[in-house]
């Protein structure tokens, strides 16, 4: 059953974040007027996924046929493909235009405020997306950092908590530090497990028994931060403060790749600040402990 008075929305960029959240919205009774993009077969096939007849165009027709525009093209596309629609006055009046960036703010967007009097926001699902069948499903759940004008702003709420996710408010001049945080804790831990499997391929375990060996001490991790937080989380030798042990892998790791050595020590630095602020180390020894991770 449709709920009346959901407003239309037109996708544009049939990538994994549009047409999943096309799928969902629609799911939820918005209805989805078009969805536009560059290439005509990825387009159709994007309207098709979402299904309920929604028309696949070329971007500016998509555009033009909806109160609320969301741009899911990638972040380097974003402020050009609005001001040629804003210059060419291809929104409506007044609509609400959107993106889907966690790095950009809205005033990205400014350009459609400016030429047709959009209100402007973006909408950030905190979440990998890896694929359309796996956006559909992670969507729900991920939390959605959103900002911009006010107007804009309550209608992505109402559309991210339609669509199952937890609406958050950033402020537009945190967005790239947010951004930069969320890369940290997603795509960083990629690289931390990846280093931590070529060490120990170093080390003559084969790449699939340190996975394996690795999940269970990487879930336990995670579940301590969970329950306890990450201060209390940190164990090792550094937490204890055993400054020889630190020693001898420094010592070992100067004969494996630098950039591996390299992690390990940016990463210790950290690690000592943490334990001398949880007290688990003196000051002192804290430093002691950096002496050592800075000299190469
Ligand atoms: N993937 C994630 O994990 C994730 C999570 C949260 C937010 N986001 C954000 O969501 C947005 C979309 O990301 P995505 O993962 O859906 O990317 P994607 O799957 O690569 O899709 C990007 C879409 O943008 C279109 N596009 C790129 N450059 C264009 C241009 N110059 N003109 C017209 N169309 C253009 C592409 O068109 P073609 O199909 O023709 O190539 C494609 O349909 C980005 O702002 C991203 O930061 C992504």
Request: net charge positive; charged share 20%.
């Amino acid at each position: 059953m449709k709920i009346v008075d959901l407003p239309t929305i037109a996708i544009i960029g049939p990538g994994k974040v549009g047409t999943s959240i096309g799928i969902l919205a629609s799911r939820a009774g918005y209805q989805i007027a078009a969805i536009g993009g560059r290439n005509k077969e990825r387009t159709i096939a994007a309207a098709k996924r979402i299904g309920n007849g929604v028309r696949a165009c070329s971007i500016s027709e998509a555009a033009k046929k909806a109160p609320i525009v969301l741009l899911s093209v990638t972040d380097d596309a974003i402020e050009d493909i609005c001001i040629r629609l804003a210059e060419q006055k291809k929104l409506k009046q007044k609509a609400v235009v959107v993106h889907c960036s966690g790095a950009l703010s809205s005033n990205v967007l400014t350009s459609a405020h400016d030429y047709c009097k959009c209100s402007i926001a973006s909408m950030h699902p905190l979440q990998t997306f890896p694929t359309i069948d796996e956006t559909v499903k992670r969507i729900k759940g991920a939390y959605c950092f959103c900002e911009g004008d006010e107007n804009a702003v309550s209608i992505i709420e109402q559309l991210a908590k339609s669509i199952g996710m937890k609406p958050v408010k950033i402020s537009s001049k945190s967005k790239t530090l947010y951004h930069a945080a969320a890369v940290m804790a997603c795509n960083y831990l990629v690289v931390l497990m990846d280093s931590a499997i070529r060490l120990a391929e170093n080390a003559g375990i084969d790449r699939k028994t340190a996975w394996l060996s690795f999940k269970p001490l990487v879930t336990a991790t995670l579940d301590n931060i969970n329950s306890m937080g990450t201060a209390d989380a940190l164990t090792g030798p550094i937490a204890r403060g055993d400054i020889k042990t630190v020693s001898r892998h420094l010592h070992e790791l100067s004969s494996v790749d630098g950039v591996l050595a390299a992690v390990y020590r940016t990463m210790g630095l950290y690690a000592a600040e943490m334990a001398a602020t949880k007290g688990t180390i003196t000051t002192k020894k804290a430093e002691k402990i950096r002496t050592l991770l800075k000299k190469v």
